[in-house]
């Protein structure tokens, strides 16, 4: 069984700079397979030296030097480091230490919003990337401003925390905005899956890959066969029979979490998709 060790916030900051930076070595001792971590507060991880793998919940993604990556407060995380060691930065903070000056920030891609829990791009575009010369400077001169705490050092702190954060957004938009077929065709999947109560407006959709809306729909097609709307209901129906059949809920419940607005209209979908109502299907599967 793993274990699982958890950080408070009250060990690392005070209430009114919810802000550290740390420079650290981790060793295979530490920090491996066999333990897991959680912690209250947000970090981004600055990797200098050494490689391996960073683990979130059961998904792993290489790390090397100038990996740079966000790490949630809510993720079960780990490393399987390959060298021996792992020589990084760690940036802690609070949600509320910049949560004003986010609110401002432009955000075509919605990447910013993985702050309120509502992130609309993979795990893995917004954790791992490459940092570049820029970035490696600008958390330095962080390390080198919290250790000297010279006059309005916070603000300093402060103010390149969000630098990083909009250059990291400006790669995973970078990303997405020059991406292939496969990765376009994966982004709309994600949105799929993650707003299936709520209404996906193609034109939003197209709007943030760069693409008109009838591009978008034809590069779908052209990928999978199949129309994004269809792909859609095909999602939502299988939701439905997961929830039929692992939950208690009642059918009209399920009907709406799943993103259908017509009750009659769910059970006509469902039946044709599985062969038999709702009712029938939850009864069959649950013996």
């Not at 530490?30 to 990797?47: M, P």
């Not at 630098?163 to 020059?178: A, F």
């Not at 059918?251 to 038999?276: H, K, P, T, V, W």
Request: include cysteine.
């Amino acid at each position: 069984m793993k274990k699982i060790r958890q950080y408070k916030a009250a060990q690392f900051f005070s209430p009114d700079f919810p802000f550290t930076i740390l420079h650290r070595v981790n060793r295979t001792e530490e920090f491996n397979t066999s333990l897991r971590f959680l912690r209250e507060f947000w970090k981004l991880v600055y990797i200098i030296e050494g490689e391996g793998e960073f683990i979130v919940r059961e998904t792993s993604y290489p790390i090397r030097p100038n990996s740079f990556f966000l790490v949630r407060p809510d993720s079960l995380t780990t490393y399987d480091i390959r060298t021996g060691s792992l020589e990084l930065y760690n940036i802690i903070f609070e949600y509320s230490l910049i949560a004003r000056e986010l609110e401002t920030l432009k955000d075509d891609f919605h990447i910013f919003s993985v702050f309120s829990g509502t992130g609309s791009v993979s795990d893995e575009s917004l954790y791992i990337q490459q940092a570049d010369a820029r970035m490696g400077r600008i958390v330095r001169t962080m390390m080198k401003e919290f250790e000297e705490k010279a006059v309005n050092y916070r603000s300093c702190l402060k103010w390149n925390l969000l630098e990083l954060l909009i250059l990291m957004h400006r790669n995973s938009e970078r990303r997405v905005r020059h991406a292939g077929k496969e990765k376009i065709v994966e982004y709309v999947n994600y949105m799929i899956s993650r707003n299936l109560s709520e209404d996906l407006r193609l034109g939003m959709l197209a709007e943030r890959v760069g693409v008109t809306k009838n591009h978008l729909c034809s590069l779908y097609r052209e990928m999978t066969g199949k129309s994004i709307m269809s792909e859609r209901k095909r999602v939502r129906l299988e939701f439905a029979a997961k929830e039929l059949q692992g939950t208690s809920f009642s059918i009209a419940e399920i009907c709406y979490q799943s993103g259908f607005n017509d009750l009659s209209y769910f059970y006509r979908s469902f039946e044709e998709r599985f062969g038999m109502v709702p009712g029938a299907y939850r009864a069959l599967q649950n013996g």
